[in-house]
């Protein structure tokens, strides 16, 4: 047993949706005789390797045989938008070597981690979820790469060669990690389960894909090499076609996104218990606005926004507003209060969908126990950004086609 695991001890337009069962690790059976697929498996093996040896190596030069574990953070310990003199600061070029010292040997960085106060030492995880090294889960690896590259201008000369080389191995580690389909599973190298699904939650594409096309796109990226550049521009095309293809229609109609979709059929599957497969409010707000900042979209999106943008118009809720206390969660009507959203709709009558921490589906909110009212988002309000958008995205369109007469 590798000393690693030891450590968890301490394609049709759109997606037909079914009733899916927790996602197994049977769908790679069906991609023996796909060349590319198997290519990507064994990358996936051959990293979770060497990440694993890395380790390995380490202890074997230790007294010790199980890793230990870093400091455990929220989120990752540094400040994701600081100012400039910030960024001049001895501060930041402390913090970068610690990030850097994070990267795993594969090229990602973990979750839940404090990258800040101490570089990582010899023995130690990479982060302190052993299922989540490394991962795209919680903002993880793209805040890293994003962090870096803002840092990068500010570092002084002696510092900038191993920044870059640590950028451009995240960013080959992003495009080893997309399916060959376009979409991205929730950690990479591939862990099984649910964590395999093409995932939309907590906003993994889209933030991988907008990564993608700044890489290919903004000057800050300009280091990086041409023909890496240009290879994250066609995969963020692949990403998007994906997600045109993984929209859900039911009954006919276009609605919007799951929050976990089926890596080859596309359709919706469950993750955790308490999540089922059901459409999502706000990572489908997120994909939505996506497709809103493509500069020629082509009739596919348009229809795809389209579609997505009369779903929320007819699933807000207006003049509500939601109140938590120690005794749960209760519902009150405000005037002009901010418009709300369910984070899940069920598959069939596209109704807000409750389910407890046990998997059992409840008619209300206030049907949950309170540990579950208070501790998960029920109700949000992130597809209002694309209500507000909408005008100025139609008015877009208008000027291009008055340009093109």
Same mark, same amino acid.
């Given at each position: 047993?590798?000393?690693?695991?030891?450590?968890?001890?301490?394609?049709?337009?759109?997606?037909?949706?079914?009733?899916?069962?927790?996602?197994?690790?049977?769908?790679?059976?069906?991609?023996? $005789?796909?060349?590319?697929?198997?290519?990507?498996?064994?990358?996936?093996?051959?990293?979770?390797?060497?990440? /694993?040896?890395?380790?390995? *190596?380490?202890?074997?030069?230790?007294?010790?045989?199980?890793?230990? %574990?870093?400091?455990?953070?929220?989120?990752?310990?540094?400040?994701?938008?600081?100012? =400039?003199?910030? !960024?001049?600061?001895?501060?930041?070029? &402390?913090?970068?070597?610690?990030?850097?010292?994070?990267?795993?040997?594969?090229?990602? !960085?973990?979750?839940?981690?404090?990258?800040?106060?101490?570089?990582?030492?010899?023995?130690?995880?990479?982060?302190?979820?052993?299922?989540?090294?490394?991962?795209?889960?919680?903002?993880?690896?793209?805040?890293?790469?994003? !962090?870096?590259?803002?840092?990068?201008?500010?570092?002084? =000369?002696?510092?900038?060669? =191993?920044?870059?080389?640590?950028?451009?191995?995240?960013?080959?580690?992003? %495009?080893?990690?997309?399916?060959?389909?376009?979409?991205?599973?929730?950690?990479?190298?591939?862990?099984?389960?649910?964590?395999?699904?093409?995932? %939309?939650?907590? *906003?993994?594409?889209?933030?991988?894909?907008?990564?993608?096309?700044?890489?290919?796109?903004?000057?800050?990226?300009?280091?990086?090499?041409?023909?890496?550049? *240009?290879? $994250?521009?066609?995969?963020?095309?692949?990403?998007?076609? #994906? #997600?045109?293809?993984? /929209?859900?229609?039911?009954?006919?109609?276009?609605?919007?996104?799951?929050?976990? *979709?089926?890596? %080859?059929?596309?359709?919706?599957?469950?993750? &955790?218990?308490?999540?089922?497969?059901?459409?999502?409010?706000? =990572?489908?707000?997120?994909?939505?606005?996506?497709?809103?900042?493509?500069?020629?979209?082509?009739?596919?999106?348009?229809?795809?926004?389209?579609?997505?943008?009369?779903?929320?118009?007819?699933?807000?809720?207006?003049?509500?507003?939601?109140?938590?206390?120690?005794?749960?969660?209760?519902?009150?009507?405000?005037? +002009?209060?901010?418009?709300?959203?369910?984070?899940?709709?069920?598959?069939?009558?596209?109704?807000?969908?409750?389910?407890?921490?046990?998997?059992?589906?409840?008619?209300?909110?206030?049907?949950?126990?309170?540990?579950?009212?208070?501790?998960? +988002?029920?109700?949000?309000?992130?597809?209002?950004?694309?209500?507000?958008?909408?005008?100025? !995205?139609?008015?877009?369109?208008?000027?291009?086609?008055?340009?093109?007469?």
């Amino acid at each position: 047993m590798f000393r690693l695991h030891m450590a968890v001890v301490a394609l049709s337009l759109v997606a037909e949706v079914f009733a899916a069962e927790p996602l197994s690790n049977s769908w790679r059976e069906q991609l023996t $005789a796909e060349p590319e697929w198997q290519q990507y498996f064994s990358r996936s093996k051959q990293l979770q390797l060497l990440d /694993q040896q890395q380790l390995d *190596h380490e202890l074997s030069q230790l007294p010790q045989t199980v890793p230990t %574990l870093p400091i455990r953070h929220l989120k990752f310990g540094f400040p994701t938008e600081p100012d =400039e003199a910030f !960024w001049l600061s001895e501060e930041a070029r &402390r913090i970068a070597k610690v990030i850097v010292s994070f990267q795993t040997p594969s090229g990602g !960085w973990s979750k839940r981690t404090d990258m800040a106060t101490q570089a990582r030492q010899p023995g130690q995880l990479y982060g302190t979820e052993a299922n989540y090294i490394p991962t795209f889960d919680n903002e993880a690896t793209s805040t890293q790469i994003l !962090w870096l590259a803002a840092f990068l201008p500010y570092a002084p =000369e002696q510092m900038r060669p =191993e920044l870059q080389q640590a950028i451009e191995g995240a960013i080959r580690f992003v %495009l080893r990690a997309q399916y060959p389909n376009g979409g991205f599973a929730q950690t990479y190298p591939l862990r099984g389960g649910y964590h395999d699904a093409i995932t %939309l939650n907590d *906003h993994v594409m889209t933030e991988l894909l907008s990564l993608l096309n700044k890489v290919a796109t903004e000057p800050q990226f300009a280091f990086v090499q041409a023909g890496l550049r *240009h290879q $994250a521009k066609r995969q963020f095309e692949l990403g998007i076609a #994906l #997600l045109l293809k993984a /929209q859900i229609r039911l009954n006919g109609t276009l609605t919007v996104w799951a929050a976990q *979709h089926h890596p %080859l059929t596309l359709d919706a599957v469950q993750a &955790r218990a308490y999540e089922l497969p059901a459409l999502v409010s706000s =990572e489908s707000a997120e994909v939505t606005l996506l497709l809103m900042q493509l500069p020629e979209p082509s009739t596919a999106v348009i229809q795809s926004v389209e579609a997505a943008v009369a779903w929320f118009r007819q699933k807000q809720i207006n003049n509500t507003e939601m109140q938590r206390s120690d005794k749960g969660v209760r519902f009150v009507q405000k005037a +002009g209060a901010q418009a709300l959203w369910a984070r899940f709709y069920d598959l069939d009558k596209q109704q807000p969908l409750f389910v407890d921490r046990d998997g059992t589906v409840v008619s209300s909110m206030a049907e949950l126990s309170i540990e579950r009212q208070q501790g998960y +988002g029920w109700y949000q309000s992130h597809a209002e950004a694309v209500l507000k958008a909408y005008p100025g !995205w139609k008015a877009m369109l208008a000027r291009d086609k008055d340009a093109h007469l």
